[in-house]
Every structure is written in C-alpha cells, then in structure tokens.
C-alpha cells in the first residue's frame, strides 16, 4: 500500500502512559508529512519531465532514422548518377571514336583519289609532252623540208635569173 501526506496527516496514536509527547508527534507528522508531499510533487514533477523528455528523444530518434534514410537514399541517387554519367561518357566515347575512324576512312579515300588523280595527270602529262615532241618534230621536218624546197626554188631561181 502507498503512503500519501494525507495517511501521514490523519495517522492517530494510542496514548500510553509514559508515551511520547502528543504535540511532538504530531509536530513530527506535520513536518514528515510536508516533506514527503514535497518529495511527492517533485516525483511527479519529474515524471511529467520524463515524459516530456522521452517525447523529445522519440522525436530526435525518429528525425534521425529519417536523416539516415536521407542520406542512404541520397548515396543511393549518388551511385545512380555517377553509373548514369559513367555510362553517358562510355557512349560519347565510343560515338567520337566512330566518329574519328569514319573521318580517318574518308580521309584515307580522299588520299587514295588524290594518289590516283596525280598519277593520271602524271600520265596525261607524259603523254602530253611526248605528244608535243611528236608535234615538234613533225614541224621540224615540215619547216626543213619547206627550207630544202624553198632553198631549192631560190637556187633554181637564181640559177635561172643568170
């Protein structure tokens, strides 16, 4: 059973004779019963603290699991962006490097068409300037036979004015 102030308070004595001073005994449950009201008062004045403190623990414990989740969330989102770049960067790569070997192979044809565009203006050129020899000479013997003709003529000419 719970004692409370108010038990303290009406608690009567028998009296005995040569028993303990009633004014002193009752000073003495006054005083006791006081002070255990007090101890009663801050008890449930700590007990209302409690509660309001474990409220406030709840609270904290509750809004750091969210915090936890948050961060294990945002590490999650994180690692997803870094693959997701990763990978994006892979593509890019492997695009300008398609890219590079299509512009190395059209430049490599355009080297091969210029290689064979020299050759053959090589060749029209050698053909070309042996034409021209031909040309040159066929003239040459043209003028010289036209000089042995003409010689001829002056000569005759000369020969027949004497």
């Not at 960067?89 to 080297?111: H, M, P, S, V």
Request: aromatic share 4%; no cysteine.
């Amino acid at each position: 059973m719970k004692m409370t102030p108010l038990d303290i308070r009406q608690k009567r004595f028998e009296v005995a004779m040569r028993g303990y001073t009633k004014k002193e005994v009752e000073g003495f449950l006054e005083l006791t019963a006081a002070e255990f009201e007090e101890v009663v008062r801050e008890n449930i004045s700590l007990k209302e603290e409690l509660k309001r403190t474990q409220a406030r623990l709840e609270h904290h414990v509750e809004r750091e699991k969210t915090l936890q989740e948050t961060m294990v969330t945002a590490q999650r989102i994180s690692e997803d962006v870094k693959a997701q770049a990763r990978k994006e960067a892979e593509l890019t790569l492997a695009d300008a490097e398609l890219q590079a070997d299509k512009i190395i192979a059209g430049a490599n044809n355009r080297l091969v068409d210029l290689v064979k565009d020299i050759s053959e203006l090589k060749r029209q050129k050698v053909q070309f300037e042996s034409h021209l020899e031909a040309l040159i000479d066929s003239h040459k013997k043209l003028l010289d036979t036209w000089k042995t003709q003409a010689g001829g003529e002056v000569a005759y000419l000369i020969k027949k004015s004497e």
